[in-house]
């Protein structure tokens, strides 16, 4: 058997491997133009091979994200002997975009042929779900799926910033379930948890576009009312009132429940380096003075 005839079988074997990694990959020129696409690719971004070659990648690559392409691209054109790895989103052919790594390494001219690059591109969609889900789990309540403490303290202080920057004046509404415990004590937790949903969507239905709900924990909740004075404030928890005179009907037994909420609120221009613990105990201690005068 001839040397020339392995030599021709051994790149019909690779460019074979090429074709048909599960993976997608890529050859490109040093300035990202597709010399060879493989099929996975193809099958990844809904073209075939063919109608990928000579593309830019920059033309396939998310418009938001074009900027970082190119300056990773940039980089591997000055550390030529480095691997190079982004995260961006590509293009498919019916306008989808899909979350991808890239992989690049920068292979030397050799023989009289130009530099060029070898690049995986991994489908990172599930990953990039698993985080999204990560982070929302961290900020938000599991129950209701409202935002959690630590979100609440966040957006605060965002409202409170930009009230200053506005002018706008800025409420908070600290909210507590009046008899919360005697409800889990005669119907069990299941059913209170149950009673904090029902709440919680009867809350959200009160609240404006521009308002912001969370749980904070146990019967707490809280809700932000951005660009409000007082007086909206006080037409919001007379709406909540209101909605709150239906008994929740779980599994054909009506429960009542009530609330005691205290309303904080801060002038448009105050400076906020102490505006939201301030807010939070001004907004606290008149919720506990109103569930004093309802047991009263």
Known sequence: M???YLASSHAAARHAAFLHAPM????TTVDGVLVEVNLALGTLLGRTPEALRGTSLFDLT???DREDARRSCAGLRVHRSSHWRHECRFLCL???SVAVQVATSWVDADGGQAAYLVMIIEDIRDRKAVEAGLRHQAVHDPLTGLPNRVLFRDRLQHALDRGRREGTETCVLMIDLDGFKEINDRYGHPVGDRVLAAFAD???AALRASDTAARL?????AVI???STPYDAEALIARLHTLLVEPFDLDGSPIPVRCSIGLGHVHGGTD???GVATLIGDADRRMYADKRRRRG
């Not at 924990?217 to 909740?221: I, L, N, P, Q, S």
């Open 2 to 4: 001839s040397s020339g």
């Open 24 to 27: 997608g990959m890529a050859v």
């Open 62 to 64: 998310h418009p938001d």
């Open 94 to 96: 019916d306008g989808r």
């Open 202 to 204: 009867r809350l959200t």
């Open 217 to 221: 924990g146990g019967d707490e909740f």
């Open 225 to 227: 009312c951005e660009r």
């Open 272 to 274: 906020t380096s102490a």
